[in-house]
């Protein structure tokens, strides 16, 4: 079935440096949908940006990402990490394998962000 | 003022009894959905509904029963809870049911289950 793997359970680095979080899936379709969600601590998830075109930048919030068809990836980057970026980042695959369109998310990476 | 409304926002409850979370959403959306967040699973989803009709359940359990009454609203019912229910859960929507609709979550019910 369809799947989204994210091999970082935690990151952490220094504020300034850039920020990478990896996504890879697994689809039958040959055009997914790709999504990245932000969630702080304790608040909900919120989309932080969507893609399904290969090979475009997509960027929102001083974060972006690139959906490869090629590498089955849509790994989040953003160029210099701040202190408010620490949160739990979820990279997201739209799927219908039984029958409706629903979200399958990856186990989620936590990005803590220090001084 | 919240788009999308949970209540409780906290729940404890004991083994075996039964509970109504309850969601309501005010985005004018046609779909809803819930979402369980739990330690071993983090977020993984549960029913989708769209004009008030059961789209997809991907819950094995009969235990959770998920109840529309409005359009706009969307409640979970669990009876014989278990420790191992204890979890967030989160209701959310979107204006389609499409491959790209984007879903918006509510604050979520923590439940405990003792």
């Known amino acids: 079935g369809d799947s989204v793997t994210q091999t970082e359970g935690l990151v952490t680095l220094t504020e300034g440096l850039p920020v990478m979080l990896n996504c890879t899936y697994q689809?039958?379709?040959?055009?997914?949908?790709l999504f990245w969600y932000v969630q702080h601590l304790n608040e909900s998830p919120r989309l932080l940006l969507k893609s399904f075109t290969d090979n475009k930048r997509t960027e929102h919030q001083g974060f972006h990402a690139t959906l490869h068809k090629s590498s089955s990836s849509f790994h989040l980057q953003k160029s210099s990490a701040q202190l408010s970026d620490s949160a739990l980042y979820y990279c997201a695959l739209s799927s219908a394998s039984s029958g409706s369109w629903q979200l399958i998310f990856g186990s989620g990476t936590q990005l803590t962000v220090m001084p | 003022d919240p788009k999308i409304i949970q209540k409780p926002k906290y729940l404890v409850a004991v083994t075996g009894s039964e509970k109504i979370l309850i969601c309501e959403q005010y985005l004018g959306h046609n779909a809803m959905y819930w979402y369980r967040q739990s330690a071993k699973k983090p977020l993984e989803f549960m029913f989708s509904?769209?004009?008030?009709?059961?789209?997809d359940n991907q819950t094995a359990s009969s235990r959770f029963q998920p109840q529309s009454s409005k359009k706009n609203h969307l409640d979970l019912q669990i009876t014989a809870l278990k420790p191992d229910d204890s979890a967030t859960y989160f209701c959310?929507?979107?204006?389609?049911?499409?491959?790209?609709?984007?879903?918006?979550f509510g604050p979520g019910t923590r439940l405990l289950v003792l």
């Open positions: 959310a929507s979107s204006q389609g049911t499409g491959e790209g609709d984007t879903q918006y």
């Open positions: 509904y769209s004009y008030q009709k059961l789209m």
């Open positions: 689809t039958i379709y040959s055009n997914p949908f």
